[in-house]
């Protein structure tokens, strides 16, 4: 049985990730690493506890000892890498540890993965011919769009926080390996991902939060920036193909085609709860709608052209918006079901 070493499972895509794909692939077992910072938690994966093809080890990928040591207690013959500091708003105010994590600890992990597989550029040892590192990144790189066009493979990288900075630069690094060494690698680029396990500072999952409880719904600026929202699952069938079927060295873009607006969001989400769980005083959660002062550098539109990985590895998502956002909302009220009962 193949060992994987998934970084950052305790978070938000990537505790989605392990049970899926444990879930669907028995012959596999999952090492999770993680530093359980504010975005991990090990209550993500708590349904996985009797799991024997899964393990847990709390660390840092900046700590390159560590990662040596798994490498040689697990015998880890794949990396999916998911580990990154994400939240936008902390890369403004800390950039330090962005820069920290998704640049050092993404070279920590090529480099042993680099040493433990290989020979020499372009030559592996026989135990590990087949490994892989896939690298998991964000469309954030690209930088921003106007009112139309597309993020493609191809788009020039053109980073506009420390945070997609740090993303962008982690993607060379990784891309340099394949180059240089002849890596086994691949990347894939995402947008906005929604669903279950959300971060609760998240928007999403902030509007749900805070229209339970009854308190003003901040949205940036005037509400128009748009996102391409994907449903975490999708993305995670999204990133068990390309680990599997693409092509070394490739980079593929995994997007919804679902365009949305912020203010579109609050407002959705808004009419979904008006219907389920009426408020008291027969006033829409839409009136606790407020708009608060603008990200600084906030990028007005996001949208990603998947016609790579669907036509090259035949991935499609299963959820469009509206089925996706109501399978969220209801997660979520499950589990802010204590502001529903105070």
């Excluded at 938690?41 to 009797?50: A, H, M, Q, V, Y």
């Excluded at 788009?155 to 997609?164: H, K, L, M, R």
């Excluded at 603008?294 to 299963?318: F, M, P, Q, T, V």
């Amino acid at each position: 049985m193949d060992n994987i070493l998934v970084t950052g499972g305790c978070g938000f895509i990537g505790s989605n990730f392990i049970i899926h794909y444990l879930k669907n692939n028995l012959d596999s077992a999952i090492v999770n690493l993680d530093a359980l910072t504010y975005a991990g938690t090990i209550d993500n994966l708590s349904e996985l506890k009797n799991n024997d093809r899964y393990t847990f080890i709390e660390g840092d990928i900046c700590d390159r000892d560590l990662i040596e040591k798994i490498f040689h207690q697990y015998n880890i013959k794949n990396v999916i890498h998911l580990a990154a500091e994400s939240h936008v708003d902390n890369s403004i105010a800390n950039p330090d540890a962005f820069m920290q994590t998704n640049i050092l600890g993404t070279f920590n992990l090529l480099d042993v993965a680099k040493n433990y597989w290989m020979i020499s550029p372009g030559v592996y040892k026989e135990d590990y011919k087949n490994s892989r590192f896939h690298h998991v990144s964000t469309d954030e790189v690209y930088g921003t769009l106007g009112e139309e066009g597309l993020f493609h493979e191809t788009t020039a990288y053109a980073p506009n926080s420390p945070y997609s900075a740090s993303k962008a630069s982690s993607d060379f690094i990784v891309r340099s390996y394949h180059h240089t060494y002849g890596m086994n690698v691949v990347t894939t680029n995402c947008s906005n991902n929604y669903g279950p396990k959300q971060h609760d500072e998240k928007l999403i999952p902030v509007i749900i939060r805070k229209a339970l409880a009854g308190e003003e719904i901040p949205i940036y600026g005037n509400g128009k920036n748009i996102r391409d929202w994907l449903y975490v699952l999708d993305h995670c069938k999204g990133i068990e193909l390309a680990f599997k079927k693409g092509i070394t060295g490739e980079t593929y873009n995994i997007g919804g085609r679902n365009e949305r607006t912020n203010i579109y969001i609050a407002e959705k989400i808004c009419e979904f709860l008006d219907h389920e769980i009426p408020c008291e005083s027969g006033k829409s959660y839409k009136d606790q709608i407020s708009y608060v002062t603008d990200r600084a550098g906030h990028d007005y539109r996001y949208a990603i052209d998947a016609s790579k990985i669907e036509n090259e590895l035949g991935w499609i998502a299963d959820e469009n918006f509206e089925s996706g956002i109501e399978l969220t909302i209801n997660w979520y009220l499950n589990k802010y079901r204590n502001i529903l009962s105070n």
